[in-house]
């Protein structure tokens, strides 16, 4: 077999990724997950929030649904870089979490994810 070449970012990203896996351990609890969600600024930027009309991030209940934790570590994994660049323009430190809580704000997120699109086809 030939070896793997990676470039040094590949590198990067794939040890960042699977070190955020170790802080997402199953299975998390929603009712928990939607307080972390409004506590940890995610609604400050997104909707479903308070300021609907000038939400800076999209809306989650649009994106989505995400099959597991790992899913939607990975998408949020991927719009980090555009996240952390609108946190001053929201006045917002990103959150330090614990391993429980990123399990319970995972868990409300997917609880949400795909929402408005099933809506959409219900109808
Ligand atoms: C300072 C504003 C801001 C904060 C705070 C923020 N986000 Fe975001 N978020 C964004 C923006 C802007 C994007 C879109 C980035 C892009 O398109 O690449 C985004 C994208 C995302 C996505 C990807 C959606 C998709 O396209 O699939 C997820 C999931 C997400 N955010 C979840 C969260 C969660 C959970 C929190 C709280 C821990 C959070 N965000 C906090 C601004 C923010």
Redesign the pocket.
Known sequence: MPPISLTVDEMADITSFLYFLQFTPPPGDPERGVL??IN???A???TPSAQEQNA???D?RA??P?ESDID?AR??W??A???Y???P??S?E??R?TEREVAD??AY?RAI?GTLKKEKKEK
């Open positions: 972390l969600y940890s600024g995610c400050k930027c997104h800076i991030g999209p989650l994106k989505g995400w939607l998408e949020m991927n719009h870089g555009n996240m660049g609108t946190l323009a929201a917002q990103w959150p979490l704000l995972l997120v994810g």
